[in-house]
């Protein structure tokens, strides 16, 4: 017995119409959405009183997805906390067909980049940007065959 595949990322968002927002602009399809409230989503994440409205993405390819999520109750903790309803994670990673035309439409949109676009040996084209709630976001290019 073993891991089958991974099926999502969770991210806790206090703004949860303007993250949605973000990854749909970035290319991922909503795929659900919904609800989670009473004794057994707090019995799953150790919390009292849940009460969320979640919203699911998925890529375009359907390998992978990401899980937004807003507590109503209990609120949310502050970004250094520990519990399951702490906003943010580290970063997210998407490979782009072309990372100029991306970052060029995020430019549109207000989205800065954190540092600037590198080239990593003759791999990757890569670059970090800033979503809502201070997500951060790589956005990775492949070069010629390589994969992650």
Known sequence: MGIQRMDHIGIVVDDLAAAREFFT??????SGNGSVEGDWAGRIIGLEGVRSDI???????GHGQLELSKFHSPPSQGDGGQPANTRGIRHVS???DDIDAVVASLRTRGVQLVGEVVQY???YRLCYVRGPEGIL???A????SSSP
Do not use: N, S, Y
């Open 55 to 61: 919203v699911f993405l998925r890529t375009p390819d």
């Open 25 to 30: 602009q970035l290319g991922l399809e909503r």
């Open 121 to 123: 040996e003759e791999a």
């Open 94 to 96: 998407f490979i782009v």
């Open 137 to 139: 976001v790589e956005l």
């Open 141 to 144: 290019e492949e070069l010629g």
